[in-house]
C-alpha cells in the first residue's frame, strides 16, 4: 500500500490566539505545501526520527515515510500541524475532517510538546480555492465567504524564528489582558467577513496591537510591522502565526507593491490518495 498526503500552509487573516479560547478565525490555506509519501512494510518503521514518533502516536502501521515540504520551519505557517494532518490522513484515509484535526492536534501535543489550539488543522481541512473558511471554535463549525480579488495579501518573512513549544504567552498573561484580547479579536473577524480592502487593513493593524499587549510579539517584529503598515500601497500589516517571530501578513493596494514579497492566495484544503 502507497499512500501520498498533501497539505497546505496556513494563512489567518484574523482571529489569532482566540482557537484554544473558544474564538473565531478568519483564514484560508496557501499555496506551499507539505508532502507526506506512506509505503507500507513487512515490519518495522523508516523515515526520520521525529516523524516515525509522530507514526506511532496515531498508531500507525508498518511503512517508510518520507515528508518533502516547501513550509517554512518556524515561520509562522504551520509547518508542524501539517505534517501531523499528513500523517493522520496517510494512516485513516476515509477520516472525517474534523476527527482528523482532533488526531492531529493530539499527536502534536504529545509528541511535539505544542499546545496548539485547533486554527491550524481546521483551516487546512476546510479551505476552499478563492474563499476564507470562519471558524468557531466553541461548535468547531465552518463557513466559506468568498474572497473578492480586490483582497491582495503578502507574506514578509521577518527572519525571526522560534522553535516549536519556546514559548506560551498563557503562562505569563493575566486574565484580563487574555479576555479583552479574546472579545476585541472576535469583534474584528466579524467586521472583516465584510470588510473592504481598507477596513481590513484597519483590522490587521488594530490585530497587532492587541497582539502586542499579551505579550507575543517582539521588539524587532514590531518595528518591521510598523515599517510596511506606513509603507505607501499598504493597506495593513500584522505578525501573524503564535508570535515571537515568523511572517507578516500584508494586505496591499495592488500586485506591485512590496513585489519581493509571497503572493498568497486560499488554496486546496489537505487530501490524501492511495495507490494500491
Partial sequence: MHRIASIPARINIIGEHTDYAGGRSFAF???????????????????????????????????????????????GMSSSAALCLAIVLCINKDIDALEACLEAQRIEHAILKTECGLLDQMAMMFSKPNHATLIDFAEHTTSQHALSKDHIFKLIDSGIHRKLGEVDYRTSVDDKTKNRHVEEENKRVSKAISASPKELGLLLNASHQSLQRIGVSLKAMDKRVTELQHTQGVLGARMMGGGFGGMILVLVEHQGILPEAIHVMPSESGFVQEFL
Avoid: C, H, Y
Wanted: glycine fraction near 8%.
Fill in 29 to 75: 490555506a496557501a499555496p506551499q505545501r507539505l508532502r507526506l509519501e506512506a509505503t507500507s512494510m513487512d515490519e518495522g518503521f523508516e523515515g526520520e526520527s521525529t516523524v516515525v514518533s509522530l507514526w506511532k502516536e496515531a498508531k500507525g502501521w508498518p511503512a517508510s515515510l518520507t515528508v518533502t515540504s516547501n513550509i517554512p520551519i518556524g515561520s
